[in-house]
């Protein structure tokens, strides 16, 4: 029985060479159906042209590392299995909405910035002494910020989102989620440093919801949700007297 | 590349990257935000249809005498569509509003699904009290 194939085109693009980014075609062998794109970009790596360059570490959807477009779809491609595809060709594009580094790789600065913007930890305005044990939670409490506390930083919900491919001083939807996954833990009391970044004009407030950040998230994390809740509360805080209490 | 991305190759710095642009045409990539955008789209007709009414408040004002309602087959026309877009917008936003809401009810969340219900019973209740005090002005 003859080898099943599969033809991968990823891009490349090398900023010594190169004015723009390319296609280049690679014909591999689709050997196991449990093989995803990352594995087809490990074999071109390792078989056919080893100046390839993309993300990844894990393999396990837990790092976040190897999100690319997946023809055309943000996708974690330790996820994207190839069975899906075949025998349609695979077109691998880095994340768009971002500057590219080389091939497949893009920078991220503009991200890891904006995470920073949202204090991404436990605020407390007084730490207790080690010695006053845990800060204690009930399940219920944990219920409020479970799901946005799945965040892997993977960068899908950026590639997704035309708000933020049409305006980078967007904040986005995954700084948007972890903001609130830490404004909602009833340990953190860092709201009012978080909300100078969340309220001003590239905050949440540039959000349209179209809502596709929530659609390719490879995590369960709904951030087109975060985004309309952080502006219900900060619009409640604006108008309600005492709104702006101390949290 | 995907066709349509303009280049723009930043030079000097390093290292140098390719910075895409979002092609106009981006909108027709994806069923969803096709969607997206006929929701963005219907403030258009419905903001055209609003004018459309203060315009006849202002001949209402010269009185009952005066007034002849608009009921030209054009008219009625763009009268339905614009019905249709304010449709599609408005159960798009109700629909929205679970996922928004979040409200507590004897200390657990109410589930998304029963606010949505709720929202769309309100919309009943407010469209079937203003039908009723318009019919019963017309009278």
Redesign the interface.
């Given at each position: 029985m003859a080898e099943k194939r599969i033809t991968i085109r990823t891009t490349r693009f090398d900023p010594d060479k190169d004015k723009v980014p390319r296609l280049q075609s690679y014909d591999i062998p689709f050997s196991d159906d449990s093989m995803v794109v990352l594995d087809a970009l490990n074999h071109i790596k390792a078989h056919v042209d080893g100046s390839l360059s993309y993300r990844w570490s894990c393999r396990m959807g837990i790092c976040g590392s190897c999100g690319m477009m997946v023809n055309g779809v943000p996708k974690l491609t330790c996820s994207a299995f190839m069975r899906d595809y075949w025998p349609r060709s695979i077109t691998v594009e880095p994340l768009q909405n971002f500057p590219i580094v080389r091939d497949l790789v893009i920078d991220m600065e503009d991200f890891m910035h904006k995470l920073k913007s949202i204090k991404p930890w436990i605020i407390r305005k007084q730490e207790y002494p080690l010695g006053a044990g845990e800060h204690r939670q009930t399940m219920d409490q944990i219920d409020e910020f479970r799901q946005f506390s799945e965040c892997i930083n993977c960068m899908l919900c950026y590639a997704a989102c035309p708000v933020y491919g049409l305006n980078n001083e967007f904040l986005g939807p995954a700084a948007t989620a972890l903001a609130r996954r830490y404004n909602l833990d009833s340990r953190d009391q860092g709201l009012k440093d978080r909300l100078p970044v969340l309220a001003n004009s590239e905050g949440v407030w540039e959000c349209s919801f179209v809502g596709e950040c929530s659609v390719v998230c490879p995590k369960g994390v709904d951030p087109a949700k975060a985004i309309q809740q952080t502006k219900l509360d900060t619009t409640t805080r604006f108008v309600l007297p005492y709104g702006n209490r101390e949290e | 590349?995907?066709e349509g991305d303009e280049?723009e190759?930043?030079t000097g710095a390093t290292?140098?990257?390719?910075?895409?642009e979002?092609p106009r045409g981006?909108?027709l990539?994806?069923r969803?935000?096709l969607l997206?955008m006929v929701r963005?789209f219907t403030a258009v007709p419905m903001a055209l249809w609003l004018l459309w009414l203060l315009a006849e408040i202002h001949r209402a004002a010269s009185g009952p005498k005066a007034y002849y309602p608009a009921a030209s087959p054009a008219f009625i026309v763009f009268s339905v569509i614009c019905l249709g877009f304010a449709m599609y917008h408005s159960i798009t936003f109700l629909s929205?509003a679970g996922?928004?809401?979040?409200l507590k009810f004897m200390?657990k969340?109410v589930p998304p699904r029963t606010i949505v219900g709720a929202m769309f019973g309100l919309w009943l209740v407010a469209s079937v009290v203003i039908a009723a005090v318009l019919i019963g002005f017309a009278r």
């Open positions: - | 590349m995907t280049a190759a930043s290292p140098r990257v390719y910075k895409p979002m981006w909108w990539r994806r969803h935000y997206y963005e929205l996922v928004i809401i979040h200390g969340p």
